[in-house]
């Protein structure tokens, strides 16, 4: 049996076996090159979904809070002044809901869990006088929340007027 290198390969065989190699061995270093970009691609691809849903969920929790301060805020100025304030309530929450396009209506609920205010009025006269002591998806919550004075937002729920939205 023959060796290889015994063949006697003629000077345009050479080169051709010589220039497959070159091209194989080139096309199998790109693949290479081609598979770990792909695979830091991915890791990256990852990383910046991760961190930009991380940077959603501050972004949106920080506007919830600052949406929740606002509420606080006109809570306060009754408080501060002994209900004198209250005169100014519905100018205060129309205000609020300009500034605030994810507020839908605002709403003051007296200490008997009646609604005796609600801005906007027009829309929603049904819900002025509605007494939520009477309603299971709100009862609880609003008595829980009057426990440390904290602003009561509910779960999703259906609107007396139609659709749906967080009270």
């Known amino acids: 049996m023959k060796k290889i290198r015994d063949l006697k390969l003629s000077r345009s065989t050479r080169y ?6 070159v091209s194989i061995g080139g096309i199998l270093l790109v693949w290479a090159i081609f598979l770990v970009h792909l695979k830091v691609q991915k890791e990256n691809l990852c990383k910046n979904t991760a961190l930009t849903g991380k940077l959603m969920v501050q972004n949106i929790i920080s506007s919830i809070k600052g949406d929740i301060q606002r509420l606080e805020n006109l809570r306060d100025r009754i408080e501060i002044t002994n209900g004198d304030y209250f005169k100014y309530w519905s100018h205060d929450a129309s205000l609020l809901l300009n500034q605030k396009p ?33 309603l ?3 009862k609880g919550d609003w008595l829980r929340h009057t426990l440390d004075a904290s602003i009561n937002i509910t779960p999703w729920t259906e609107l007396t007027q139609g659709g749906k939205a967080f009270l």
């Open 136 to 138: 299971h998806y709100r």
């Open 102 to 134: 994810s507020f839908i209506f605002v709403e003051w609920i007296d200490s008997n869990m009646i609604i005796r205010k609600i801005e906007p009025e027009k829309g929603n006269e049904s819900a002025v006088n509605l007494d939520i002591s009477k």
């Open 16 to 21: 051709i076996i010589l220039s497959a190699g």
